[in-house]
């Protein structure tokens, strides 16, 4: 179970989903596209009217077995925060094994 949790946070294809999504907005941009902004689906997990709490797409993972419903960041939580920062670390597919690596040793105690 530890196990399958800390390999559904490092959501690696999330993040070039994220990247290559928004390299496709900021090109319709330069083309004259009138955008006025973008958000990420979704936030957190949620339930999902076919699947119910089977898939796990949330920046933050929230764990419907515990009372609490304790919420806990994903690589892609990080590595979009750190996007939104203007941090540039973190792009690309060596920016991307950089973040796996510090996120795996912050998340030690998952």
Do not use: C
């Not at 290559?20 to 090109?27: Q, T």
């Not at 540039?88 to 912050?106: E, V």
């Amino acid at each position: 179970m530890k196990q399958d949790l800390q390999l559904q946070h490092k959501d690696t294809p999330r993040i070039e989903y994220l990247h290559a999504y928004i390299g496709a907005v900021l090109k319709s941009i330069r083309n004259g596209s009138d955008t006025r902004g973008y958000f990420v689906w979704s936030f957190m997990d949620l339930y999902e009217l076919l699947k119910g709490y089977e898939f796990s797409f949330g920046l933050y993972s929230v764990n419907f077995s515990d009372p609490h419903l304790k919420r806990s960041p994903k690589l892609s939580a990080l590595w979009y925060s750190a996007f939104l920062k203007g941090n540039t670390t973190f792009l690309g597919s060596q920016g991307i094994t950089q973040l796996q690596s510090n996120f795996s040793s912050s998340s030690a105690s998952l």
